[in-house]
């Protein structure tokens, strides 16, 4: 047999013949292209002692957030170890097999540790480079995200998937609050790789955190070819256009955006749940009638409520069920947070400590208590990070918070959180926080005239 290397020049295990499939498994990775698992299968079919395929399989299916995907996952660790046994792996490989045994027994942030290794041992890798971020990315940690691109940078001028790694670095960038060289680097990955997707939602999310909804808009408009090939990531990047609608009061083509792409496919992967809710939400905030919506998601909100995968999931399958009005899920699912151990793993630990602090506000939130919803939230949203996902999509819970205040009366405090809000937005204050910020000084000005008025009339007597 004749092995080959791969797209980044790394010799694999796998025969010469079937390089090209595999590269396009590498390829669709990077791109997040709706093709990758069917490339993976086919490389599979071909080759069933190639380990590293099966190990690719087991992790994809942790980083999906399923419940019964762990089943899969661990039939794809056992594959590679018989893959292994027939034909050795190279040291790389073994790293990858080895990365989803950790995962498997509950540590994720260990796996991510192993990649990095092969990524340290091979810095043109372009695979672990990206599994790298993706693990982080659900762990919440963009700060080893960061670390982990910055290694490798110098050695990847002339690399083939340059265009890939920027994007990634441009991300990091981005969540570092670095939102000039974040968005300078991500349209150069556009440049270089014009089906990076996460490259160009780099560059949305830059104008998402510093307030310039026109230009985000601008920038995604006429470059849909550039997501029109992925999986449900697709519907992540049209949600990214339905904020910066959203955010300069076009309400109505947020709305318009919701039913034609973000819920174009009725699935009920956590990804796209949390695109559905967290807009939802947002634009229930501003006043919006958003009729009957709630009720599918909170039908599927409900069917995926007992997975305890990740805390992030949790949440927005809450604000589903919240959203649904389906209050007795909603208390149950509340309890299932409350319930993980961190013994049990690392994304259970980050359940039963950040999640759950954060899902006690959301529901003395929908129950109308919003003082104690104010006192969990309000705490909350400094520790969020480590329930994994962007600023962007996390932002949901702060805006959140930032009712519960001010219908609690909390003036001063939610003030004070719509001024933390500005200075992690560069500065700059979004669509939401003038608006809340001009609520506050009506509801200010009236109690201050009503006040007068009240001493004016004890004059009178």
């Given at each position: 047999m004749a092995y080959a290397t791969d797209l980044s020049g790394i010799c694999t295990s796998l025969d010469a013949a079937d390089i090209e499939i595999w590269n396009r498994v590498i390829k669709g990775i990077l791109s997040h292209a709706e093709s990758t698992a069917a490339d993976l299968s086919a490389v599979i079919a071909k080759d069933p002692d190639f380990a590293l395929a099966q190990a690719v399989r087991g992790l994809s299916c942790l980083l999906l957030g399923r419940r019964e995907m762990a089943a899969v996952a661990q039939e794809a660790y056992q594959a590679a170890l018989a893959a292994a046994r027939r034909r050795p792996p190279t040291p790389r490989e073994a790293g990858f097999m080895q990365a989803l045994a950790l995962w498997l027994r509950g540590y994720p942030a260990a796996a991510a540790e192993c990649l990095q290794q092969v990524l340290d041992d091979n810095p043109r890798d372009a695979l672990a480079m990206k599994m790298v971020q993706a693990i982080q990315f659900v762990m919440g940690r963009p700060d080893l995200m960061r670390r982990s691109v910055e290694t490798i940078l110098p050695h990847w001028e002339d690399?083939?998937?340059?265009?890939?790694?920027?994007?990634?670095?441009?991300?990091?960038?981005?969540?570092?609050?670095?939102?000039?060289?974040?968005?300078?680097t991500g349209q150069r990955a556009v440049e270089l790789a014009p089906d990076d997707a996460w490259g160009l939602h780099a560059v949305a999310h830059v104008f998402d955190m510093t307030g310039r909804a026109q230009e985000g808009l601008d920038w995604l408009n006429g470059r849909e070819a550039s997501w029109a090939h992925c999986n449900n990531f697709r519907f992540h990047v049209w949600w990214h256009q339905a904020l910066m609608h959203l955010d300069i009061g076009d309400f109505d083509a947020a709305l318009a955006l919701y039913d034609s792409e973000i819920r174009r496919e009725k699935t009920d992967d956590y990804r796209d749940i949390a695109n559905a809710t967290s807009l939802l939400a947002r634009l229930e905030i501003e006043g919006v009638d958003v009729g009957d919506r709630w009720e599918e998601v909170a039908e599927l909100s409900e069917k995926r409520a007992g997975d305890g995968c990740l805390a992030f999931a949790d949440l927005h399958y809450l604000l589903g069920l919240i959203g649904g009005g389906r209050d007795q899920a909603a208390a149950r699912l509340v309890g299932n947070m409350a319930r993980a151990r961190p013994s049990e793993g690392d994304a259970k630990a980050i359940i039963c400590r950040n999640g759950h602090h954060t899902a006690l506000g959301l529901h003395a939130y929908a129950n109308g208590n919003y003082c104690m919803a104010w006192l969990n939230l309000q705490k909350a949203v400094q520790e969020l990070q480590a329930v994994g996902g962007s600023h962007a999509q996390r932002d949901v819970f702060s805006r959140i918070a930032v009712e519960a205040g001010l219908r609690a009366g909390f003036l001063d405090e939610t003030e004070n959180l719509l001024k933390q809000r500005t200075r992690a937005h560069a500065g700059c204050q979004d669509g939401y926080t003038l608006r809340r910020l001009e609520f506050l000084a009506s509801v200010r000005k009236n109690a201050l005239a009503g006040h007068s008025g009240r001493a004016g009339a004890k004059e009178t007597v």
């Open positions: 690399h083939s998937a340059k265009g890939y790694m920027l994007g990634c670095h441009a991300f990091t960038l981005e969540e570092a609050g670095d939102y000039a060289i974040a968005e300078r």
